[in-house]
């Protein structure tokens, strides 16, 4: 098998108290994961380590076989720039920029295109030149999405990506990951409350007890 685009090894972390220990993990291209767990274990905490955000107490993560939180701030930057793409619960869309706009600031950024199809594939076409403000939170989770995909990054880390979202327009988005990560060589790592949501990733993983089992 290739070499994992995410590994970590004996991942340990917690604020005023420890939320896991020594905690392994591999995701290779085209392979989807979720993470489940009750509110609280520590799923977003996670996500965050695994994705450059927070250094964890114990252990390392390698994204694309280089040691994440050994590398200087400078190439940190480059590598959510370029090669992750991030849905976190709360979008950061600049609100007085219309939904076009917002999309050019990451291809610009990326050096991509817009891609006319995922845009349709989310629905989204018709609202391109739309105030951020003036978008329903459905609407703007699925710009921020469009915003994402559009700089192509190589592995995607979403937390609750469909949470906004009524269930038809849940379907289609993961769809769209999906189609994502599997057309691109990519890779998608997400964390939600949502079973069925879960249950489209390869592999299933609960957080639990301070340890990631796998769900079988
Ligand atoms: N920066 C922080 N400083 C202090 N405590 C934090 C910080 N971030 C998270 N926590 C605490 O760590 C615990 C785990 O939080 P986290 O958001 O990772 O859980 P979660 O499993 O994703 O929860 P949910 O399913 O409700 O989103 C919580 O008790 C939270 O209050």
Redesign the pocket.
Known sequence: MSQPLLKAEQISHG??TQ?FENIDFSLASTQSAAIV?R???????LLHIFSTFIKPNGGEVFLFGEEIYAQPEKAIEALRRYDIGIIFQFHYLFKGMSALENIEVATMLSGETIDEGLLRKLGIDEVMEHKIGDLSGGQQQRVSIARVLSKKPRIIFADEPTGNLDNETAVLVMDVLMDYIRSNDAALLL?T?DESMANRCDTVYR?DEKMLKEQV
């Open positions: 604020f005023d939320l767990g509110s609280g274990s520590g799923k977003s905490t964390v409350h957080l």
